[in-house]
């Protein structure tokens, strides 16, 4: 098993920064991705970043390309997501999760913690 634990969310105005943290505890040697999604109200779960938990390949989502950055500290078992300039439309509850293998879909993976929430006004 693995427990995830997000937290740094709040409340931020646009154009402003925040980063994430998500903490790793358990079997973390089983899973060789770390993944951070958002969900709306309203709306579906979406992926935001990802990223081999050995470092290596980053990729984002469109949307949030240039302005988000996915790292880890192995030392600490802990993956951030620094988010600068950000919208009102990043308002969302934020997910890390982890998964054996990589990818971008949510239904894949196999742990997540309980989300953070972030909330963006204009």
């Known amino acids: 098993q693995v427990q995830l634990v997000e937290s740094g969310g709040g409340l931020v105005q646009a154009g402003g920064s925040l980063r994430l943290s998500c903490a790793a505890s358990?079997?973390?040697?089983?899973?060789?991705?770390m993944g951070w999604f958002r969900q709306a109200p309203g709306k579906e779960r979406e992926f935001v970043a990802a990223?081999?938990?050995?470092?290596?390949?980053?990729d984002y989502a469109d949307s949030v390309k240039g302005r988000f950055t996915i790292s880890r500290d192995n030392a600490k078992n802990t993956v951030y997501l620094q988010m600068n300039s950000l919208k009102p439309e990043d308002t969302a509850v934020y997910y890390c999760?982890?998964?054996?293998?990589?990818?971008?879909?949510?239904?894949?993976?196999?742990?997540w913690g309980q989300g953070t929430q972030v909330t963006v006004s204009s």
């Open positions: 990223s081999y938990w050995s470092g290596g390949r980053r």
């Open positions: 358990g079997r973390t040697f089983s899973h060789s991705a």
């Open positions: 999760a982890a998964k054996s293998g990589y990818g971008y879909v949510s239904g894949t993976y196999d742990y």
